[in-house]
């Protein structure tokens, strides 16, 4: 328990609900699909993000996806499945995709 306590504290209170309910989102979506959320798979943290970007999040959700199921992992005792080698590389394509969106979003701006 005071483990627990003391991670918890170690970030400021909204880093901690951020990194909370970022967590509960990612529970919901994994329970709904009849896995458990801790501890996470790495195949089904690439099958979240994947998801995420379907939906049209943009790089903050994702990596507070990222940070949160890291928190919620670590506070626990377990791995972090996020730094999973299998991870890595759908985090960096995001990565890409999302910074080639923005550049053009921005290109696009400054024409209009």
Request: hydrophobic share 40%; glycine share 4%; charged share 20%.
């Amino acid at each position: 328990m005071c483990r627990l306590l003391l991670v918890l504290g170690s970030s400021s209170d909204n880093t901690t609900k951020s990194y909370f309910y970022a967590f509960r989102r990612w529970e919901q979506y994994i329970t709904e699909l009849g896995f458990a959320a801790l501890p996470a798979q790495p195949n089904h943290i690439a099958l979240y993000f994947n998801h995420m970007l379907d939906q049209g999040s943009t790089l903050h959700p994702i990596d507070n996806a990222k940070y949160g199921t890291k928190w919620a992992h670590d506070i626990n005792g377990l791995t972090d499945p996020t730094e999973n080698s299998f991870v890595y590389p759908y985090r960096k394509l995001q990565n890409v995709l999302l910074s080639k969106l923005l550049l053009k979003k921005n290109r696009l701006l400054l024409i209009c």
